[in-house]
Nanobody, 115 residues
Framework: QVQLVESGGGLVQPGGSLRLSCAASGFTFSSTTMSWHRQAPGKEREWVAS????????NYADSVADRFTISRDNAKNTVYLQMDFLKPEDTAVYYC????????WGQGIQVTVSS
């Protein structure tokens, strides 16, 4: 079955960096569009970035476009989100998702940006 497992979250100071990873299994990873979403306390889940198969083109939300980078390693069935110049408003639970006729979600991982 489809499994998505996020890792790499934690507490970081404003201006710092984190790299999230999402290990995928149960489907053909290399031909699947992968995305990251996030949900801040009291807010709806919002889309952050996508990497689109088969050419690995990328799209970003305006709020992160000049600070975050999505990438993938098809040999490791893993998608990454490099987050630089983090701001307190980036604090949220981050979710990895795979689009396979419908969206599949990981369990989410907490990212807290605070001094």
């Amino acid at each position: 079955q489809v499994q998505l497992v996020e890792s790499g979250g934690g507490l970081v100071q404003p201006g710092g960096s984190l790299r999230l990873s999402c290990a995928a299994s149960g489907f053909t990873f290399s031909s699947t569009t992968m995305s990251w979403h996030r949900q801040a306390p009291g807010k709806e889940r919002e889309w952050v970035a996508s990497i689109i198969s088969p050419y690995s083109s990328t799209n970003y939300a305006d709020s992160v476009a000049d600070r975050f980078t999505i990438s993938r390693d098809n040999a490791k069935n893993t998608v990454y989100l490099q987050m630089d110049f983090l701001k307190p408003e980036d604090t949220a639970v981050y979710y990895c998702s795979a689009w396979i006729q419908r969206a599949y979600w990981g369990q989410g991982i907490q990212v807290t940006v605070s001094s």
